[in-house]
């Protein structure tokens, strides 16, 4: 059984209410695109040394790392929130409130979670809390598409057999990731000679191969393994010059996912096959890999089952309705594939992830942030 928040606890999260919510917009109005997560790793690192944190320091993955009591600690509990958001706008961003409605792009994903955690540091800093095991406090970089799970790699390579639990905050409260959907991605980038529409009519069009590539990656019948799901997608295409001009370029942007290595594994075989055969039938075929987020590793189950018990009891503390679980692609992926026990799970509830109308709805932030303090203070004599 999980503690009970103190009434002490209690009433700092409640006089603190606004405080999260400022720290949010502030945090919002910082640009923060994969891989360019620097501004906003400078203001928290900042943030936390005007604290009193002592041992702050960003990595060479962009993550800010805040080691709490963590020295000589082999069993330490790693807990995080990214920074990163899917927007590649550099310009900064304004929250609009309406109501009990706060939008703006990346919000929810996962700002609202660098704010709960950062909040909950400073209540723990200020009290001087004691952490028996340990606990590393992370606000990560590069855990959307592009980012490929960089921070997290980074953490968990810094960190070899000394992280005893994984904790991702992301998402909201009502359920928790509990498995990790492994996936690869890729850009496929194909040339032919291409050439004026009718004088050099019959060479060969890059789109048309490229049209021809997707037709065939879409005629695949998902592999099944058990109650396992697999998915592929093409996101994005583009390529030729004008309306009178054969295609010389085309490219696209595809990925495919499963939650079982087995059906990841055959969707390579597939793919490879398929590319391999499309190679015949042009000039050049080029296939960059964006990104790869590997499945489930062997966990020890006890240990992974201790810990979504104490998930759930933290998220009962402050809420009533059915708690899912629920496979994900998220910053576990990794300690998941490592074989180390891990939850993803967040403290607000909202709409329109990934989406330039993301929002959450604000007398959620409350809520969600007794429910990671419940989970999170557990960890403190």
Partial sequence: MIKQLTNEAKAYLENHEQFIQDLLFELCAIPSPSNHEELRAEFIKNWLEKLGCEGVYVDDALNVVYPYQCEGKNDVLCIMAHTDTVFPDMEPFSVKVDGNVAACPGIGDDTANVAILLTLIKYIVENKLEA??????????????????????????????????????????????????????????????????????????????????????YKIEVPVDGDSKTTYNVGMISGGTSVNTIAQQAQMLYEYRSDSQKCLDQMGVWFNKIIEEAKKDCIDLKVTILGERPCMGDIPMDKQADLEARTTEAIRTQYDGNIGTYPGSTDCNISFNLGIPSVCFGGYLGKGAHTREEHIFLDTLPVGTKIVAAFLLDYFA
């Fill in 132 to 217: 028996p095991k340990g606990v590393l406090f992370v606000l990560d970089a590069g855990e959307e598409g592009l980012g490929n799970l960089k921070g997290v790699r980074q953490i968990v390579k810094d960190y070899a057999g000394r992280i005893g639990e994984l904790v991702s905050l992301d998402g909201g409260y009502t359920g928790f990731c509990n498995k990790a959907v492994g996936s690869m991605r890729y850009q496929i980038e194909l040339t032919t000679e291409g050439g004026h529409s009718y004088g050099a009519f019959g060479n060969r069009n890059a789109i048309q191969r490229m049209a021809s590539i997707i037709e065939k990656l």
